[in-house]
């Protein structure tokens, strides 16, 4: 099976799903629901929910490195208003955001 071609570029605003999800998963209950910047297209990797479960973890999967405001994240965040939180998210978390998100 061939890896999915990547469906976001650098600088693209997405949101993270905040599906409920039985079993192995790698995406922060901190983010679901959040907005963040595509900082990096990382290319396909191994589906670790499969893998998880005993399976192949294929079809790759796109992987990204989605840049979150600390202040979206921690509304009490007390540091600098500039600072960011950077987390590899599976495309399959991921949807385009709305405008204003």
């Known amino acids: 099976m061939s ?10 605003t997405v949101l993270v799903s905040d599906r409920a999800h039985a079993g192995h998963h790698r ?6 629901g959040k907005a963040g910047v595509i ?8 589906n670790p929910e499969s ?9 790759k999967v796109p ?6 405001a600390q202040t979206a994240l921690w ?5 600098p208003a500039h600072d960011t939180l950077i987390i590899d998210v599976f495309e399959h ?5 709305e405008e204003g998100s």
């Open 27 to 32: 995406t922060p209950w901190y983010i679901k």
């Open 3 to 12: 890896a999915a071609s990547a469906r976001f570029r650098r600088g693209d």
């Open 75 to 79: 509304p009490s965040y007390a540091g």
């Open 51 to 59: 893998r998880g479960h005993g399976g192949s973890g294929l079809p």
């Open 93 to 97: 978390w991921l949807e385009p955001a």
């Open 63 to 68: 992987v990204y490195r989605v840049r979150f």
């Open 39 to 46: 900082d990096v297209d990382n290319g396909p990797w191994l």
